[in-house]
């Protein structure tokens, strides 16, 4: 698995392992899913100001958000990885054979202010929006109801299984 972090410029330091963090959450969701390839994800730290350009010209959203998910593949069902190389040579890093899931950018500040305001550790709330994004990488949405229960009983699952939960995030 390549799991590749950037910081953009302009990024507090903290002390949290991000790259570890997304390391473990990005393999558990993988792990969750049975997803039967190595894969390549690309993880991208920025703040308020980058992730509002990226909404913008990405969304049509002019203000910033806590995440962004870019998902390469489109999946007829969430998690359902029947796929082969031949039919998604582009989906398949030809130097590793990895398949390339998509990119994931988090933007710090927003998820400070979100883990403050939830109660809970910096860490649990990247945990939480790495999942997130990860499982939308698998083609996991949150548009409809019936989705959106699944993919939160996913992500909690998932979170509980890491041991990352609410309340173990209050007594970090």
């Known amino acids: 698995m390549t799991f ?7 990024i507090k330091e903290c002390d949290l392992d991000i790259e570890g963090l997304f390391d473990l959450c990005a393999r558990k969701a993988l792990q969750y899913t049975g997803c039967p390839f190595e894969c390549e994800v690309d993880l991208t730290v920025t703040t308020d ?32 990885f029947d796929i082969s190389e031949e039919d998604h040579m582009d989906c398949f890093d030809p130097e590793s ?19 403050l305001s939830f109660g809970h550790s910096l860490k649990r709330e990247m945990a939480f929006l790495i999942i997130h994004s990860m499982l939308h990488l698998q083609g996991f949405d949150h548009m409809e109801d019936n989705d959106r229960i699944v993919m939160e009983k996913a992500q909690e699952e998932i979170l509980d299984d890491l041991g990352i939960t609410r309340e173990a995030a209050l007594e970090e």
């Open 97 to 115: 054979d990895e398949l390339m899931l998509g990119s994931i950018v988090i933007n710090l500040d927003r998820a400070e202010q979100q883990a």
């Open 4 to 10: 590749c972090v950037e910081r953009d410029p302009g």
């Open 49 to 80: 100001s980058e992730i509002r350009q990226l909404n913008r010209q990405f969304r049509d959203i002019d203000e910033p958000t806590d995440v962004l998910s870019f998902p390469l593949l489109e999946f007829e069902e969430p998690g359902r």
